[in-house]
Nanobody
Framework: QVQLVESGGGLVQAGGSLRLSCATSGRPFASNTVGWFRQAPGKEREFVAAIKWLGSTYYTDSVKGRFTISRDNAKNTVYLQMNSLKPEDTAVYYC????????????????WGQGTQVTVSS
């Protein structure tokens, strides 16, 4: 059983920064990949970033250069550092874990957190 808990969302001005956290628990072998997705009202859930067991990272083009995914193994926590935030980044952000070797689609993941709201105002 893998459990994920997101935190760190909030309201920020455009150009500001937030760091999201995803605290994980459960059997380590069950999850090869931890990813971040986001979903705005009326839109499909969108891949944001992912990190694999050995540390390889991946980003969607719209956040590359602004967002950084990282991991603290001692704390069993994955982070998403978000800089230079834009209003279009406003969404509910979800942490997900999966055993699949692929990472860019929601169906690649088996476990999901409850989401944390990020709102960027202009």
């Amino acid at each position: 059983q893998v459990q994920l808990v997101e935190s760190g969302g909030g309201l920020v001005q455009a150009g500001g920064s937030l760091r999201l956290s995803c605290a994980t628990s459960g059997r380590p072998f069950a999850s090869n990949t931890v990813g971040w997705f986001r979903q705005a009202p009326g839109k499909e859930r969108e891949f944001v970033a992912a990190i694999k067991w050995l540390g390889s990272t991946y980003y969607t083009d719209s956040v590359k250069g602004r967002f950084t995914i990282s991991r603290d193994n001692a704390k069993n926590t994955v982070y998403l550092q978000m800089n230079s935030l834009k209003p279009e980044d406003t969404a509910v952000y979800y942490c997900a874990a999966g055993r699949s070797g692929t990472y860019a689609y929601a169906d690649d993941y088996d476990y999901w957190g409850q989401g944390t709201q990020v709102t960027v105002s202009s």
